[in-house]
């Protein structure tokens, strides 16, 4: 689905700095979700948005943080990037509880 | 909380056969469980998914089991292309325990040889 949209698709920093990613999406979902996917780890859920004024944490939300700026727009932040924080970020959207999540294209971040 | 394990996390199956990929959950209360296909570098997509007031679900050459009782559900592939080959994942919710939110498997990589 080209309605979820991630920026950027590839970023490669150095150790230290702060990092935002960013999603939008135009399927009107009030839930939105940040995974984070490693080889043979599966997806891990960084953080979840129920709405604007409700953020959560998820298996592990250390070392980052979230904003819901908007209904359709969830950002996520290394406040200060790690190597071991290199990985494949997916945002994800979903309708209600119990429903299917339909996924944006991925941002592949490099830490040096 | 919940817990998903899949197997195996490997396969290899030659064009034309079967590939079963099982799944186990621990939370008695899940109540839904999505399968999503994730070809390589592209975003994980649901291929099929069951809710707990099924046993069974087909979708042409696809379906998924679910037995309750024993907490585990499989994903079925018939007749097996090469554009079948992919990573497929298991999940689980349910509304109280996960607050809804999926659950995933570690992932099988699916190889289909030609």
């Known amino acids: 689905d080209a309605d979820v949209t991630q920026t950027p698709r590839n970023r490669i920093t150095k150790t230290g700095k702060r990092i935002m990613l960013e999603c939008s999406q135009t399927?009107?979902?009030?839930?939105m979700y940040w995974y984070r996917q490693d080889p043979g780890l599966g997806l891990r859920l960084i953080y979840y948005s129920f709405d604007v004024k409700d953020i959560n944490k998820g298996e592990i939300s250390d070392g980052y943080s979230v904003s819901r700026q908007a209904q359709a727009k969830f950002s996520l932040s290394l406040e200060s990037a790690i190597p071991n924080q290199t990985a494949l970020y997916f945002c994800?959207?979903?309708?209600?509880?119990?429903?299917?999540?339909?996924f944006g294209d991925g941002t592949r971040l490099s830490i040096l | 909380g919940e817990n998903v394990e899949q197997h195996p996390s490997t396969l290899s199956v030659q064009e034309g056969d079967s590939a079963v990929i099982k799944c186990t959950y621990s939370d008695s209360a899940s109540n839904y469980f999505p399968w999503y296909k994730q070809e390589l570098g592209k975003r994980p997509q649901l291929i099929i998914d069951i809710r707990s007031n099924v046993g069974e679900k087909k979708d042409q050459r696809i379906a998924v089991t679910l037995n309750k009782t024993a907490k585990h559900f499989s994903l079925h592939i018939t007749e097996t292309q090469p554009e079948d080959s992919a990573v497929y994942f298991c999940?689980?919710?349910?509304?109280?325990?996960?607050?809804?939110?999926?659950?995933f498997g570690k992932g099988t990589k699916l190889s289909v040889k030609p």
């Open positions: 399927k009107g979902h009030d839930r």
């Open positions: 999940a689980a919710c349910n509304y109280g325990g996960s607050q809804g939110n999926l659950i």
């Open positions: 994800a959207t979903s309708v209600g509880s119990n429903q299917p999540q339909h």
